[in-house]
């Protein structure tokens, strides 16, 4: 370490505290999917600055999740079929590179956190909101794993599509096959197993796709 660095981790920036709160809100549907807000409203609710939030309304409408709406307001994006399908296809190949990358690269420690992560899932009694919060915590440590920040910024927002599709699809999701597949998949990546982790990954992929299809 050279003198004077500081290795600790530095506390996230208004601009990001914002993000993490506005991404919450998509996808927990508390900003509803097809409906208008103001940049106002958003700044009301976040109870932050005009330019963090500013800046994180521009970082989800890269990511497709708020369209910008010219003197109009801010469309909060519908949850299509199509779409969804088109973000789970990108999605399908950046996991398998993820979670490959991880199963190869991942320290001891962290592989032991990653089962921890497992074991946890598998006695989390079909909790959806602690299921959420797992699969979130999964895939920052799978990135963590992999080591390709690339990778991680490319699949992130794809993940936030899918999560919030679920939160949207609940009721219907079977979440005791969403949770054995997250926690098969986890498990074969801290044992190493590479081919392995990749199919359980196509697996997690085909439980969205799956429940995509039904959508009219």
């Given at each position: 370490?050279?003198?004077?660095s500081?290795?600790?981790?530095?506390?996230a920036?208004q601009?990001?505290?914002a993000?993490?709160?506005?991404?919450?809100?998509?996808?927990?549907?508390?900003?509803?999917?097809?409906?208008?807000?103001?940049?106002?409203?958003?700044?009301?609710?976040?109870?932050?600055?005009?330019?963090?939030?500013?800046?994180?309304?521009?970082?989800?409408?890269?990511?497709?999740?708020?369209?910008?709406?010219?003197?109009?307001?801010?469309?909060?994006?519908?949850?299509?079929?199509t779409?969804?399908?088109?973000?789970?296809?990108?999605?399908?190949?950046?996991?398998?590179?993820?979670v490959?990358?991880?199963?190869?690269?991942?320290?001891?420690d962290?592989?032991?956190?990653?089962?921890?992560?497992?074991?946890?899932?598998?006695?989390?009694?079909?909790?959806?909101?602690?299921?959420?919060?797992?699969?979130r915590?999964?895939?920052?440590?799978?990135?963590?794993?992999?080591?390709?920040?690339?990778?991680?910024a490319?699949?992130?927002?794809?993940?936030?599509?899918?999560?919030?599709?679920?939160?949207?699809?609940?009721?219907?999701?079977?979440?005791?096959?969403?949770?054995?597949?997250?926690?098969?998949?986890?498990?074969?990546?801290?044992?190493?197993?590479?081919?392995?982790?990749?199919k359980?990954?196509?697996?997690?992929?085909?439980?969205?796709?799956?429940?995509?299809?039904?959508?009219?």
């Amino acid at each position: 370490m050279s003198p004077g660095s500081d290795s600790r981790p530095r506390p996230a920036s208004q601009a990001e505290h914002a993000f993490d709160l506005l991404e919450r809100k998509l996808v927990t549907l508390e900003l509803a999917p097809g409906s208008v807000v103001s940049e106002g409203y958003l700044i009301e609710r976040l109870g932050l600055g005009r330019t963090p939030v500013r800046e994180a309304i521009q970082r989800l409408a890269q990511q497709d999740l708020i369209r910008v709406m010219p003197r109009k307001g801010l469309l909060i994006v519908p949850i299509e079929r199509t779409e969804l399908l088109q973000v789970l296809e990108v999605r399908k190949g950046l996991e398998r590179l993820v979670v490959r990358l991880a199963a190869l690269n991942a320290r001891d420690d962290q592989r032991s956190r990653l089962s921890a992560i497992a074991r946890t899932l598998a006695t989390s009694h079909e909790d959806f909101e602690t299921f959420l919060k797992l699969d979130r915590e999964t895939d920052r440590r799978l990135d963590e794993c992999a080591g390709n920040r690339f990778a991680a910024a490319a699949v992130a927002p794809l993940r936030t599509h899918c999560r919030r599709f679920w939160y949207a699809s609940r009721h219907r999701l079977r979440l005791a096959d969403a949770i054995a597949a997250h926690s098969a998949m986890i498990r074969l990546v801290a044992r190493r197993d590479s081919v392995g982790a990749q199919k359980a990954s196509d697996t997690v992929i085909a439980l969205n796709e799956r429940l995509a299809a039904e959508i009219e």
